[in-house]
């Protein structure tokens, strides 16, 4: 609906972003959850890399003493609320392969095989190390570290990275991660690991010291899951109030690309507030045309959100009640024209939109947030729309890529 992708790329930050206002913290649910499936969580841990460490001195004869891992492989959660990945380590001056040389079956490998594979000549490296690193959160903070390391090539410094354990930290509190004129909105983001999906909620910075009890299985979101498409990789879910803040903050106005024939004006949008229920859904807004303003109300409805009807009433009629009776009757045949050119302007856009899905994607506007000192985009293609209560969901297919780190040129 191409009236609506405006609104869409807006309104889709909502999964990774959500204004904090008084109203948000005085309550303790997440603005938003999400559910990184399988193939996407492998898709982030890999976004991660490269990682870059400095071995502390005394530990390896390197001079500097900075490996850079690249190519992180994904092998899932360990059960015990954390996941494991393999990664391989170069000096940092090498020249590392263009594409990941390990695979999800490496996992299963010991590492001095998987070592002894690693072709040194194509990297213009002297050694190559294998490691296996463990992810886990604890409120707010995510860790990287070292659990076990196997190297290829001379003096490679496989026992030192062995002895690191933790390699990097990474705050998931208070992060700023709005565009302007949102960039003064901080938040907090929970992670969660199960065995194959990465589960994550965001909320008002400060909000909850404890979020484990937000982070359990809920009925909405694993129903969403078992119903996904099977190119679905991403389950979301948010509140209407944290959506509306986002059309307040960022799409107060915009313009509608739909035209009625023989009609060249240009039709804006106004004070877009969405609202719903089980399976339902309505956006209401004022809308404009030819120097005419209607309050307007799309409803959606099913089980995936499909456009059942469009209203537009006059904002604005003339008031008759004057005591001259021509100008009475001329202010009430005014009425009666506007009151006509509502409906059959209704009649046009539900005609044309009725039965397509309230579906809503990135489009052209990739979303762009920071973690740690790395900036990502990500890209969302909705497949499935839902509405339970007072939450809107989505389930699509997302792809995220890394940008750059602070400080790159």
């Known amino acids: 609906m191409r009236w609506m992708r405006r609104l869409a790329a807006i309104a889709a930050a909502i999964f990774v972003l959500g204004p904090s206002t008084s109203q948000g913290r005085a309550q303790t649910a997440p603005l938003m959850r999400a559910i990184a499936l399988p193939p996407l969580a492998p898709a982030l841990a890999a976004q991660l890399a490269p990682i870059t460490i400095e071995l502390p001195a005394g ?4 001079a500097p003493p900075r ?36 695979s999800s079956a490496d996992c299963e490998r010991e590492l001095s095989s998987i070592a002894r594979r690693i072709p040194l000549s194509a990297a213009h490296a002297p050694w190559a190390v294998i490691i296996k690193l463990r992810a886990t959160w604890r409120p707010w903070r995510m860790t990287l570290a070292v659990l076990d390391a196997a190297g290829a090539g001379a003096s490679n410094p496989a026992a030192a990275l062995r002895r690191l354990g933790e390699i990097k930290s990474i705050a998931t509190a208070g992060l700023q991660v709005l565009p302007p004129p949102g960039d003064r909105y901080r938040f907090d983001l929970a992670i969660k690991f199960t065995r194959t999906t990465i ?8 909000a909850i010291a404890d979020p484990d009890p937000y982070m359990m299985s809920d009925p909405i979101l694993t129903a969403e899951q078992a119903a996904a498409p099977p190119s679905a990789n991403l389950v979301a879910d948010a509140q209407y109030q944290f959506i509306n803040q986002m059309l307040r903050l960022y799409a107060p106005v915009y313009e509608v690309p739909f035209q009625l024939q023989g009609m060249n004006q240009p039709m804006t949008v106004r004070n877009v507030i969405a609202s719903g229920g089980d399976n339902t859904m309505t956006l209401r807004g004022e809308i404009a045309c030819a120097g005419l303003i209607y309050n307007g109300a799309m409803a959606a409805q099913g089980g995936d959100l499909q456009v059942t009807s469009i209203r537009l009433d006059p904002a604005n009629l003339p008031d008759c009640n004057m005591d001259d009776l021509i100008a009475r009757l001329q202010c009430q045949g005014s009425q009666v024209a506007i009151t006509g050119s509502a409906r059959a302007l209704a009649a046009a856009l539900t005609n044309y939109y009725q039965g397509q899905p309230f579906h809503y994607s990135t489009g052209q506007r990739p979303l762009r947030f920071m973690l740690g000192d790395v900036e990502f985009a990500a890209d969302l293609a909705a497949l499935q729309s839902t509405s339970h209560g007072a939450i809107f969901g989505e389930v699509g297919r997302a792809t995220v890529r890394r940008i750059g780190t602070v400080g790159d040129q």
């Open 199 to 206: 589960v994550a909620a965001l909320f008002p910075a400060g």
């Open 67 to 102: 490996v850079r891992i690249v190519g992180l492989t994904w092998c899932g959660g360990d059960g015990a609320d954390g996941a494991r990945a393999l990664g391989v380590a170069y000096p940092e001056e090498a020249i590392a392969p263009s594409s990941n040389l390990l």
């Open 59 to 62: 530990h390896t004869d390197l």
